[in-house]
């Protein structure tokens, strides 16, 4: 099993900084792919930035050239710089990693955490 905890999340003013967090701890053998994905109230989940183990970063749309992914293998922690923040980035985000244990790969989430952004 493998738990995913999220921080770093809260109320912002537009314009502002925030840096998200997501440390991964249990039984992990190997750790794939991490990212962020934020859901708004009334709207589906979508991408916000992603990682591979070796660096290689993919972000949607929306947060190109305002949010930094990055990560840090030997800690399994999975970071989301957001810059230049606008009311409409305000969303529960929400961490996502594929590892492996010893019972095979899954798929896992965070719990979440809540990004407002608002004067």
């Known amino acids: 099993q493998v738990q995913l905890v999220e921080s770093g999340g809260g109320l912002v003013q537009p314009g502002g900084s925030l840096r998200l967090s997501c440390a991964a701890s249990?039984?992990?053998?190997?750790?794939?792919?991490m990212g962020w994905y934020r859901q708004a109230p009334g709207k589906q989940r979508g991408l916000v930035a992603a990682i591979t183990r070796v660096g290689n970063r993919g972000y949607g749309d929306s947060v190109k050239g305002r949010f930094t992914i990055s990560r840090d293998n030997a800690k399994n922690t999975v970071y989301l710089q957001m810059n230049s923040l606008k009311q409409e980035d305000t969303a529960v985000y929400y961490c996502?990693?594929?590892?492996?244990?010893?019972?095979?790969?899954?798929?896992?989430w965070g719990q979440g955490t809540q990004v407002t952004v608002s004067s």
């Open positions: 996502n990693a594929a590892a492996s244990t010893d019972r095979g790969p899954f798929n896992y």
């Open positions: 249990g039984s992990i053998v190997n750790m794939y792919g």
